[in-house]
C-alpha cells in the first residue's frame, strides 16, 4: 500500500514551454502532498506544499507565478513549471501525506527528471 | 547555517566494515527525525526514524540527542547493497521534512 505515482517519469522540453508534472496518491487519500526539487549531487529541496482545496505554501525563494500548484483533488496534485528555462533542468519529486496519518509520514513519488534545452 | 547538516562524503568502505553517519540540525522545534536512503537517480526512501532512546534495526542503529541537536546512524557488517546516499532529515511542525545534503557510501568488495 501507500503507492505514489509521477507522470511523467521524464521530460525534455524547449525554453520557454510549460511543462505539466502529475503526482498521484494511487490506493490512500492525501489531504497534503509536497513538491520536492533536487539538483545533481544535491540534497531535497522543499519547494511548496500543497493542500486539497487551497492555496498551496511555497517556501522562501520559490517562484510561486513560476511554479503552479493545483491540488483539486484528494488523490492528484499538478505543478506546472511555467516558460521553463533551462535553469530549472533538475529532478522534481512529489509526496503525500495519507489523510488519516501524522503529518510527517509521507510516501515519495518516483520523480520526474525534467532537461530544458 | 543549514538547517540540516550531515558529514561530507564520499565514504568508501570495505564490506564488512562498521560506519557511522552524523547529522546535526538547528531547528530545537523539530520534532521527528528520520535517515532516508537515496539509490542514483531514485526517489529517497525511509529507512528508519530516530528515537530519543534510540532504536535499532537489524545492521542499523540510530540515535538521537535532542540536547545536542545531533543525529547518528551506525551501519554494522555492510554489504555491497548497502551502497547509497544517506539523508538525515528532520521535520518541521506542519508535517515539512527538511533533508539534509546527504553522505554518499560506497561498499567495496
Known amino acids: 500500500g501507500a503507492v505514489v505515482s509521477q507522470h511523467p517519469s521524464w521530460v525534455i522540453c524547449k525554453s520557454g514551454t510549460s511543462v505539466k508534472i502529475e503526482c498521484r496518491s494511487l490506493d490512500f487519500q492525501a489531504t497534503t502532498m509536497f513538491w520536492y526539487r533536487q539538483f545533481p549531487k544535491q540534497s531535497l529541496m522543499l519547494m511548496a506544499t500543497s493542500n486539497e482545496g487551497s492555496k498551496a505554501t511555497y517556501e522562501q525563494g520559490v517562484e510561486k507565478d513560476k511554479f503552479l500548484i493545483n491540488h483539486a483533488s484528494l488523490t492528484l496534485s499538478t505543478l506546472t513549471v511555467t516558460s521553463a528555462h533551462p535553469e530549472d533542468s533538475s529532478f522534481y519529486i512529489c509526496?503525500?501525506?495519507?489523510?488519516?496519518?501524522?503529518?510527517?509520514?509521507?510516501?515519495f513519488g518516483p520523480g520526474t527528471r525534467l532537461t530544458v534545452t | 547555517r543549514k538547517e540540516v547538516e550531515q558529514d561530507p562524503g564520499p565514504f568508501n568502505v570495505p564490506e564488512g566494515a562498521t560506519v557511522a553517519f552524523n547529522c546535526t540540525y538547528s531547528?530545537?522545534?523539530?520534532?521527528?527525525f528520520f535517515w532516508y536512503r537515496q539509490d542514483c537517480r531514485k526517489e529517497p526512501k525511509l529507512l528508519m526514524s530516530?528515537?530519543?532512546s534510540g532504536n535499532e534495526d537489524g545492521r542499523f542503529t540510530a540515535q538521537l540527542n535532542r540536547a545536542s541537536q545531533y543525529i547518528s546512524l551506525l551501519i554494522r557488517d555492510s554489504k555491497l547493497s548497502d551502497s547509497a546516499t544517506y539523508l538525515c532529515?528532520?521535520?518541521?511542525?506542519?508535517?515539512?521534512?527538511?533533508f539534509g545534503q546527504g553522505t554518499e557510501l560506497s561498499v567495496k568488495p
Open positions: 530516530v528515537y530519543s
Open positions: 531547528n530545537s522545534a523539530s520534532q521527528s
Open positions: 532529515v528532520v521535520n518541521r511542525p506542519g508535517g515539512k521534512l527538511i
Open positions: 509526496s503525500a501525506s495519507p489523510t488519516d496519518r501524522i503529518a510527517y509520514e509521507q510516501y
